[in-house]
């Protein structure tokens, strides 16, 4: 017997969506601020930031692949 219900640890709801990114920027923008302090720059959280946003947008749509 098939079911095609997703399985529990995804789902298809925008919302996981949107925290997987907003939790990639605040993460990693947090991490690049933190460098930020440590080496005396001002570009780090910027980086934190882009890198956080592409690596939630990469945990979007490696979830969303069909794994049939």
């Known amino acids: 017997?098939?079911?095609?219900?997703p399985s529990p640890s995804f789902?298809?709801?925008p919302w996981v969506a949107v925290g997987r990114i907003g939790g990639g920027v605040l993460v990693y923008g947090a991490l690049g601020y933190l460098l930020?302090?440590?080496w005396g720059t001002s570009f780090m959280v910027v980086i934190g930031i882009v890198l956080g946003a592409a690596l939630g947008i990469y945990t979007v749509f490696a979830a969303l692949q069909d794994r049939s």
């Not at 017997?1 to 219900?5: A, H, Y």
């Open 1 to 5: 017997m098939s079911d095609s219900s």
């Open 11 to 13: 789902s298809r709801d």
């Open 36 to 38: 930020d302090l440590w």
